[in-house]
């Protein structure tokens, strides 16, 4: 049973540029979220995508934008991309269900602006 | 507003002695809380998760955290620490919105060193 799987693995950028994430969720599992996680810090939550709609947001800038495809896979875009934005950024997902805190992770994107 | 956090930046065991990792939460309601892995250039792995059902939970590669209400904690334990074990640790708790919607909110992380 594959898990959560994320493309691609590294990534390089110029400040300004955009950049998409690609996230596949586990077997089975609806719900997709993203987490940006700066080095020597836990992971910040950015949105949530459910059934193709973004249903809750952290604070992040609309900068930041995502999508889910029928499929339950899912993207992230970053746009003007700022050297801040350097980071390891972490796709999870969730079996469905009215009660679903646990989250599974995938093993990241890390995102380097230079 | 539903926070964690990890009361040591950093940990330093020597090989098949205890492992303990600090943590308390803070909620307004009967939290979901979690431990995650992370080991070097890698994704978190899920080690055990609290959802009320038991105070002492059981998780993988012989970890378990006990839920201590009266003191607001969920520290992480393990009897013997292997080298295999130096990683980050992340006490999480979760926040509903309503429905099915949560987010996971991370402590700062607890660097655990192993040696031999």
């Known amino acids: 049973d594959a898990g959560v799987t994320q493309s691609p693995t590294h990534l390089i950028k110029t400040r300004g540029q955009q950049v998409t994430l690609r996230c596949s969720p586990k077997?089975?599992?609806?719900?997709v979220s993203w987490y940006q996680q700066a080095l020597g810090q836990g992971p910040q939550f950015i949105f949530q995508?459910?059934?193709?709609?973004?249903?809750q947001r952290g604070n992040f800038p609309d900068r930041f934008s995502g999508h889910q495809y029928p499929n339950y896979s899912s993207e992230l875009n970053v746009n003007a991309l700022l050297l801040g934005d350097s980071a390891l950024y972490l796709c999870?997902?969730?079996?469905?269900?009215?009660?679903?805190?646990?989250?599974?992770f995938g093993p990241g994107t890390r995102l380097t602006v230079l | 507003a539903q926070s964690v956090t990890q009361l040591d930046s950093h940990v330093s065991v020597s090989e098949g002695t205890p492992v303990l990792l600090r943590c308390n939460y803070s909620?307004?309601?009967?939290?979901?809380l979690f431990w995650y892995v992370q080991h070097p250039n890698k994704g978190l792995q899920l080690l055990l998760k609290?959802?009320?059902?038991?105070?002492l939970v059981k998780g993988i590669n012989g970890f378990e955290a006990e839920f201590k209400k009266s003191e607001t904690s969920f520290h992480l334990t393990k009897p013997s620490a292997h080298m295999s074990d130096a990683a980050e640790y992340f006490c999480?708790?979760?926040?509903?919105?309503?429905?099915?919607?949560?987010?996971?909110?991370f402590g700062t992380g607890t660097l655990l060193a192993v040696q031999p």
């Open positions: 999870a997902s969730s079996p469905p269900g009215p009660i679903t805190d646990t989250q599974y």
């Open positions: 077997s089975g599992h609806d719900t």
């Open positions: 995508y459910y059934e193709e709609e973004e249903r």
């Open positions: 909620s307004s309601y009967s939290p979901s």
């Open positions: 609290y959802t009320s059902a038991a105070t």
């Open positions: 999480v708790v979760s926040v509903r919105y309503g429905g099915a919607t949560n987010k996971l909110i």
